[in-house]
């Protein structure tokens, strides 16, 4: 199995560990993710100002990835959307699909719409599978009390992102479950993070965040997991400049789901960058891996306690 690995811009630049924890635990199932140092911005900074400027990036990139002959791995949220929406207008609207073609032409490319785009999440969930994550783990959570946000662009629009149950999402839930962990049901988990309004309106920007963060503590949260990149800025960098009082003086530390995913394939926690997250202390480190025991399946640990008595 192999892929394009799609990172956008932010994840190279301020969330590095990010793609490394992804590498680190495809390469424990045998995909390759190959960097194209010729992808260029998915045209999400521009979406509300010029349709066609926004949808061109995305386009190109997927011409680039059929040229390579690959589908293409996106663990930026927002990214996925952007090409997912790419791929949406040019299908229905053939008369830009002949316009952007032209000007693609200029380099070679050519878009036909056969490139695949799939997020992360979801090849792990549907083509590796969670029985093939299972047999790999080394370790298993036990009592590791999580608040996973979702964000907004991978769930919303559903006709055009296409991933899971925007309004019920099992993929992640299921992978949280395979790890062991204890995925909160908590009410921020479907919201927006707040990260949109940074530097727009400031103030709501930290009102939603600080919304958040609170909502995932009182539900028992002990690290929160953000799927997509800004949020996980809005958490791990933004959370920290945050007006508190002493009792708000811990912060809810970071940690992302390749790297919960990593620890229990037995990957070592330098190389999935967990202390590259702002909020990760080494105390935390050392809470999570002494949570850290033999992936047992729940019935067998059951029967196990059985033969015990």
């Not at 999580?146 to 991978?154: A, N, P, R, W």
């Not at 991933?163 to 927006?192: H, Y």
């Not at 809005?234 to 920290?240: E, G, P, R, V, W």
Request: proline fraction near 4%; include cysteine; hydrophobic fraction near 40%.
């Amino acid at each position: 199995m192999k892929f394009a690995f799609f990172q956008g811009c932010n994840i190279p630049i301020r969330i590095e560990q990010y793609a490394n924890s992804t590498l680190a635990v495809f390469n424990k199932f045998g995909v390759e993710l190959q960097v194209i140092s010729e992808f260029n911005c998915c045209g999400y900074p521009i979406r509300n100002v010029d349709e066609k400027a926004y949808i061109l990036p995305s386009v190109r990139n997927i011409a680039i990835a059929e040229k390579a002959g690959l589908d293409i791995l996106v663990i930026c949220n927002c990214c996925f959307a952007s090409l997912q929406k790419a791929k949406n207008v040019m299908a229905n609207t053939p008369q830009l699909k002949d316009e952007l073609n032209l000007i693609l032409a200029k380099e070679g490319l050519e878009y036909s719409g056969n490139a695949k785009i799939k997020h992360y999440l979801t090849v792990l969930h549907d083509d590796i599978g969670t029985d093939e994550i299972k047999k790999k783990l080394v370790y298993k959570f036990k009592d590791l009390n999580l608040s996973v946000i979702h964000g907004c662009h991978v769930l919303r629009p559903r006709e055009i992102t296409q991933f899971d149950n925007a309004f019920v999402p099992r993929i992640t839930e299921d992978l949280m479950q395979t790890a062991g962990v204890n995925s909160l049901d908590w009410q921020g988990k479907l919201e927006c993070c707040g990260a949109a309004l940074a530097g727009i309106n400031n103030d709501l920007s930290q009102t939603l965040l600080k919304e958040k963060i609170t909502g995932a503590l009182s539900a028992g949260a002990e690290f929160i997991t953000p799927i997509c990149s800004y949020c996980h800025l809005q958490f791990d960098t933004a959370q920290q400049n945050l007006p508190r009082n002493d009792e708000e003086s811990e912060l809810l530390p970071v940690l992302l789901f390749p790297q919960l995913l990593g620890l229990c394939l037995g990957i070592d926690e330098k190389i999935l960058g967990i202390e590259w997250n702002s909020t990760i202390k080494p105390d935390d480190i050392k809470r999570l891996k002494s949570l850290l025991g033999p992936p047992v399946e729940e019935k067998k640990r059951r029967r196990k306690k059985k033969e015990a008595a």
